[in-house]
């Protein structure tokens, strides 16, 4: 099955700072991307995806890469703000049909801790 | 508002006790998971629905069951509750061949002692 590796698992940057997250996954099938924040007490909330037939993508201050070839992918968060301190987790599946039904699976998670 | 409910926010039982938890949604979606999420591992899939009465293995099923006797009602069951079941788990929902990601509940943090 899928397996993703996320890091770091921790990371701290100064408020306006660029803060980089990486995964790699192993099933070359996967073709969809999506990336959660989760605040305290709260569940994940999807932030941004991207689909095996993109590169990039960007919404405002973050952006996701994806390099299929060597089954990496990433996400930017760029002027970061203390409102980005959260636990991000990326994932992956095979999402378009088939009888993946959506399954995904995550990398172990990154806190993300933005000083002012 | 779409939403994903969890019953409980804190839950706290016994040793060998028959735990359940349950999560609505009110999106008619046919797809929902049930996730454990632990520190340094991230979210592990346990069970996971496609429709009514249909119900699939994650990775991790060992010493849990599942129900779904209606859409939009997804049952956790743990029948047997041990320590190494304290944990947060989470809900999610997605429509059937979904082209976005999940809608998440709230999550219950369970303790077992």
């Known amino acids: 099955g899928e397996n993703v590796e996320q890091h770091p698992s921790t990371l701290s940057v100064q408020e306006g700072d660029s803060a980089v997250i990486k995964c790699t996954y192993s099933?070359?099938?996967?073709?969809?991307f999506p990336w959660y924040k989760q605040e305290l007490g709260k569940g994940p909330q999807l932030i941004i995806d991207i689909r095996s037939n993109v590169g990039e993508k960007k919404d405002q201050r973050i952006a996701v890469t994806l390099n299929k070839t060597a089954k990496h992918f990433s996400l930017h968060i760029t002027e970061t703000q203390p409102e980005d301190s959260a636990v991000y987790f990326c994932a992956a599946s095979r999402n378009a049909g088939g009888t993946s039904y959506g399954k995904l699976t995550f990398g172990q998670g990154t806190i993300l801790t933005v000083h002012p | 508002d779409v939403k994903v409910t969890q019953s409980s926010r804190y839950l706290v039982k016994r040793t060998g006790e028959k735990v359940f938890l349950e999560c609505v949604q009110d999106m008619d979606h046919e797809n929902m998971f049930w996730y454990r999420q632990d520190p340094g591992l991230g979210l592990r899939l346990i069970y996971f629905?496609?429709?009514?009465?249909?119900?699939e293995k994650g990775d991790i099923p060992e010493g849990y069951s599942v129900s779904r006797e209606k859409k939009e009602r997804f049952s956790l069951i743990l029948e047997s509750a041990s320590t190494n079941q304290t944990s947060m788990y989470l809900c999610?929902?997605?429509?059937?061949?979904?082209?976005?990601?999940?809608?998440f509940g709230s999550g219950t943090r369970l303790t077992v002692v």
């Open positions: 099933d070359s099938a996967s073709n969809y």
């Open positions: 999610a929902s997605t429509p059937p061949r979904s082209t976005g990601g999940y809608t």
């Open positions: 629905s496609y429709d009514v009465k249909m119900k």
